[in-house]
């Protein structure tokens, strides 16, 4: 993937951190990203569901949730998610601290997302101990990112480890008002037996920002 990514940069404008060549429309969506700052959810609805190796949920729990509990230590989520990984805000591949490190490109696919027409853009996230792969869907008109997906292609350690792949969509009603209001987490193999996964969908509502204005979504 990542060979593939490299050898379709030498074709198409990436869009790179300060220093490298930058596409305008990705930039668009980091300009984006800078001016919704502070956005903060108010809560999260959690919902966990387990699969069996046929795609039929065997069990499900769901459960409303304030981000008070990840911070005095509980782990809603159950041993087998880390449960700071359900706190997403800020942390998209448009945020500008993270653009040293993000390469992307545009597929030339276009698509409805959302009830939005968008380009599909495919990125690499050289993180710390781990390199993420995915594509982003950028609204055509604004340039106001609507989705990403994206799975971890290597790990620093050569532990076995589940595969995750996480889908996160953004809302938004303008440039001044964009923010994650759901993000959907597929866990395989690892720490499961006979074939089941877990699917974890959690929604965010009642965002508050540094005015103390409220956004329900």
Same mark, same amino acid.
């Given at each position: 993937?990542?060979?593939?990514?490299?050898?379709?940069?030498?074709? %198409?404008?990436?869009?790179?951190?300060?220093?490298?060549?930058?596409?305008? %429309?990705?930039?668009?969506?980091?300009?984006?990203?800078?001016? &919704?700052?502070?956005?903060?959810?108010? *809560?999260? #609805?959690?919902?966990?569901?387990?699969?069996?190796?046929?795609?039929? #949920?065997?069990?499900?729990?769901?459960?409303?949730?304030?981000?008070?509990?990840?911070?005095? +230590?509980?782990? =809603?989520?159950?041993?087998?998610?880390?449960?700071?990984?359900?706190?997403?805000?800020?942390?998209? =591949? *448009?945020?500008?601290?993270?653009?040293?490190?993000? @390469?992307?490109? =545009?597929?030339?696919?276009?698509?409805?997302?959302?009830?939005?027409?968008?380009?599909?853009?495919?990125?690499?996230?050289?993180? $710390?101990?781990?390199?993420? !792969?995915?594509?982003?869907?950028?609204?055509?008109?604004? +340039?106001? =990112? #609507? /989705?990403?997906? %994206?799975?971890?292609?290597?790990?620093?350690?050569? $532990?076995?480890?589940?595969?995750?792949?996480?889908?996160?969509?953004?809302?938004?009603?303008?440039?001044?008002?964009?923010?994650?209001?759901?993000?959907?987490?597929?866990?395989?193999?690892? *720490?499961?037996?006979? +074939?089941? @996964?877990?699917?974890? !969908?959690?929604?965010? +509502?009642?965002?508050? /920002?540094? &005015?103390?204005?409220?956004?329900?979504?």
């Amino acid at each position: 993937m990542i060979l593939s990514i490299a050898s379709a940069c030498a074709k %198409f404008p990436c869009a790179r951190g300060r220093g490298g060549i930058e596409d305008p %429309f990705w930039q668009k969506a980091v300009e984006v990203a800078q001016a &919704n700052k502070g956005w903060v959810p108010g *809560f999260r #609805v959690l919902k966990i569901e387990i699969i069996d190796k046929h795609g039929k #949920v065997e069990q499900s729990e769901e459960a409303l949730l304030d981000f008070m509990s990840t911070e005095n +230590g509980d782990a =809603p989520a159950g041993s087998y998610v880390d449960p700071s990984s359900l706190d997403i805000v800020g942390k998209s =591949p *448009f945020e500008p601290e993270f653009q040293k490190a993000i @390469s992307a490109y =545009p597929t030339g696919e276009t698509n409805n997302v959302e009830g939005k027409q968008c380009i599909m853009y495919e990125y690499v996230w050289q993180r $710390e101990d781990t390199v993420l !792969t995915g594509t982003a869907w950028l609204e055509q008109e604004t +340039g106001i =990112p #609507v /989705k990403t997906e %994206f799975s971890e292609n290597e790990r620093a350690k050569a $532990e076995v480890s589940p595969r995750q792949h996480v889908t996160v969509v953004f809302w938004s009603e303008s440039y001044d008002a964009w923010f994650p209001k759901r993000m959907i987490m597929e866990i395989e193999a690892g *720490f499961l037996v006979f +074939g089941r @996964s877990v699917r974890i !969908t959690v929604d965010y +509502g009642d965002y508050i /920002k540094q &005015n103390n204005s409220i956004i329900s979504s």
